[in-house]
């Protein structure tokens, strides 16, 4: 199962998405993109995107309020203290 990355909301400014953007996560393990892809953003996916291939946001806590099958998950940058800006990425199963 392929998971799709999508920016949901940036808090701040990010040097590197716009909202919208996004990117595959196939396989397993292959990131494919047309975009730049934030390194430090993409930290905060690493524990969970193995886990969604094959299980239900809600058993990680991270499921939206308005559609469970989706998750959410940020970056790390914490914009208030730093200047820069936080990204909340939408994840989904691609089918």
């Not at 239900?56 to 200047?83: L, M, N, R």
């Amino acid at each position: 199962m392929d998971l799709l990355v999508t920016v949901k909301e940036i808090k701040g400014q990010c040097p590197t998405y716009k909202v919208g953007d996004s990117f595959t996560l196939k396989a397993g393990y292959q990131l494919v993109s047309d975009i730049p892809v934030c390194m430090h953003a993409l930290g905060s996916l690493m524990p969970y995107y193995n886990a969604l291939r094959v299980s239900e946001p809600a058993q990680w806590g991270i499921e939206g309020k308005d559609d469970s099958s989706k998750a959410y998950i940020h970056c790390p940058d914490s914009v208030t203290f730093t200047g820069g800006g936080t990204v909340t990425f939408e994840v989904s199963k691609v089918v």
